[in-house]
């Protein structure tokens, strides 16, 4: 076996290097779009558990006013 020419060496090298080049940019976007998801989905959260504790105190709110013109509590419950 002959040992390998240095310029194709070097080339191979280069390559290599391109290629790792454009993996860490596509990583690096990855990551930017997974935060920017992931962001969202916690503002979804944040929000669904805003308008769930809104749907609660409304519900509270409506049971009470009726509880005063006499309606029957397991009505609401």
């Known amino acids: 076996m002959s040992k390998p020419n240095e310029k194709l060496l070097r080339s191979m090298v ?4 391109g290629e790792y080049a454009a993996l ?5 976007r990855l990551e ?6 992931k962001e969202f989905i916690d503002n979804q959260i944040q ?3 805003q308008l769930n ?3 609660i105190k ?7 006013r ?10 609401y419950n």
């Open 58 to 64: 409304l519900r509270q709110e409506y049971g009470q």
């Open 32 to 37: 930017a779009d997974c935060n920017k998801l």
């Open 14 to 17: 280069e390559s290599v290097a």
């Open 66 to 75: 009726n509880d005063n013109y006499g309606a029957p509590k397991s009505y």
């Open 53 to 55: 504790d809104d749907f």
């Open 47 to 49: 929000q669904i558990h």
């Open 24 to 28: 860490l940019e596509y990583r690096n």
